[in-house]
């Protein structure tokens, strides 16, 4: 895929200890190319709500937030997210 690194590190997020914010911002802060929300038991407007917060975080900067668990709830109104 054009744009894609053929390797590297990327950072996926599962209920972690610290903070999703925290994490994520310490990747862009690091260059790390991809961060992956994959919290497959929290509530739709919980997730959307999380996404949006650490889509804001990745915005303007090289890393890029993937959202691979329920995108369908992601796409509706709030379809501006993708990246």
Do not use: C, W
């Not at 053929?6 to 991809?34: M, N």
């Not at 994959?38 to 709500?49: A, F, H, W």
């Amino acid at each position: 895929m054009s744009g894609m690194p053929e390797g590297g590190l990327y950072l996926i997020l599962t209920a972690p200890r610290i903070s999703h914010e925290e994490l994520t911002a310490e990747a862009v802060r690091l260059g790390i190319p991809f961060v992956q929300l994959r919290e497959k038991e929290l509530p739709e407007d919980q997730l959307l709500d999380l996404a949006t917060r650490l889509s804001r975080i990745t915005s303007g900067s090289a890393t890029r937030l993937i959202i691979n668990d329920r995108p369908l709830a992601l796409l509706g109104p709030h379809a501006a997210l993708a990246q």
